[in-house]
């Protein structure tokens, strides 16, 4: 499957959607782990959520706040179904078994599912490569620090932390070979109280620059301004958070994909398939930068995420190596998607482990 393919046929029927052409009813359902203010991840998907109403006539949304990563998840979407949702978009990585199981039952409603390596006739799923802007992150983190140590907040060691991870360090040590990555888990997608107590941790050890993948990055941002420590954003454009420590981050734009998966449900042309957005269609995006970051690193950065917009230059290409030293992939090569998807490494300079 070619991810460019498929993002050109969704935005051919993007732009079809956006010519004024006519749209059933339809009712679209929502599924959040967490509140969709949160500044973060569940923000970011409610923000397509909204796009998408201001951009199909006559579109219906509900949306389902707070919901675990259990069986509870099911009940949630058959309600909606029964409600009248003809389109489901459950966004949490641990909802992807669940609602292949209710897509079992409904064959004639469509699924979607954010992230993930399984689908069903009915139930494909959307990603966008974020490690994208987090390399180019890491190069301003390893622009600014004085320490060469910088420090990341986890929820889970699961293959979309872990790229993350990897990509900010990798960046960072593109502009600092020296520099060096500490990783705290928190075991949680959300815990204000384990945030703040990673980020102090990490700051206490001496590291300058914290980034973090947690729902909502607000806790990380705001402890590490408070503590005078630099900091990269995550899920979203959060810079008023950190006046004085933002240096820049990555965030995500999911209403256009949104868009697209909805008009083909409406024609009937919408087809199962796992579809990956990134920086050059704009799914993801790399925040404004901080005044920290000096006119020589905001060019060298622009410069960086140029060539990963023309192909020249990719974030997983060789030579790469793990903690322990030992070679993942060689000079000239680069990883493939489905190694990327199933990364299960910390790079070397990541102080830390995947459990």
């Known amino acids: 499957m070619k991810s460019r393919t498929l993002m050109k046929s969704l935005c051919g029927v993007?732009?079809?959607?956006?010519?004024?052409?006519?749209?059933?009813?339809?009712?679209?359902?929502y599924v959040y782990v967490g509140p969709k203010t949160d500044g973060g991840y569940n923000y970011a998907q409610d923000q397509g959520?909204?796009?998408?109403?201001?951009?199909?006539?006559?579109?219906?949304?509900?949306?389902?706040?707070?919901?675990?990563?259990?069986?509870?998840?099911?009940?949630?979407?058959?309600?909606m179904i029964h409600a009248g949702a003809k389109v489901i978009f459950a966004t949490s990585y641990g909802y992807l078994d669940f609602e292949r199981k209710v897509a079992e039952k409904y064959p004639d409603v469509v699924f979607l599912h954010c992230g993930g390596n399984k689908t069903s006739p009915n139930l494909g799923t959307y990603f966008a490569d974020m490690d994208q802007a987090m390399y180019l992150a890491g190069m301003a983190a390893g622009a600014v620090t004085k320490s060469a140590k910088l420090g990341f907040v986890g929820a889970h060691p699961i293959p979309q932390v872990l790229r993350d991870i990897n990509a900010f360090t990798r960046g960072a040590q593109a502009v600092n070979p020296k520099v060096t990555t500490t990783v705290v888990w928190t075991g949680s997608w959300s815990d204000p109280g384990k945030e703040a107590s990673a980020t102090n941790a990490l700051i206490d050890g001496g590291a300058d620059v914290i980034g973090m993948h947690v729902d909502s990055p607000i806790t990380v941002i705001q402890t590490a301004e408070k503590r005078g420590a630099f900091v990269v954003g995550?899920?979203?454009?959060?810079?008023?958070?950190?006046?004085?420590?933002?240096l820049t981050g990555g965030y995500w734009n999911w209403g256009p994909i949104m868009t697209a998966f909805i008009q083909q449900a409406e024609a009937k042309t919408w087809k199962s398939t796992q579809v990956y957005g990134d920086l050059r269609d704009g799914a993801v995006q790399l925040a404004p930068f901080g005044t920290a970051v000096s006119a020589a690193s905001q060019a060298n950065i622009l410069k960086a995420k140029k060539s990963i917009e023309d192909g020249s230059f990719a974030v997983w290409q060789g030579p790469i190596a793990?903690?322990?030293g030992s070679e993942v992939?060689?000079?000239?090569?680069?990883?493939?998607?489905?190694?990327?998807?199933?990364?299960?490494?910390?790079?070397?300079?990541?102080?830390?482990s995947t459990k």
């Not at 995550?234 to 933002?246: I, L, M, S, T, V």
């Not at 992939?329 to 489905?338: F, P, T």
């Open 234 to 246: 995550y899920h979203a454009n959060d810079k008023d958070f950190a006046p004085h420590g933002w």
């Open 14 to 29: 993007l732009l079809a959607a956006l010519s004024g052409a006519a749209s059933a009813a339809t009712m679209v359902g």
């Open 322 to 324: 793990r903690q322990d």
């Open 329 to 352: 992939i060689a000079k000239g090569q680069a990883l493939v998607r489905d190694k990327i998807e199933s990364m299960d490494f910390l790079v070397k300079g990541v102080v830390g």
């Open 49 to 79: 959520r909204l796009y998408v109403e201001k951009q199909i006539p006559g579109v219906k949304t509900v949306a389902a706040e707070n919901v675990p990563e259990n069986a509870n998840v099911q009940q949630v979407i058959e309600r």
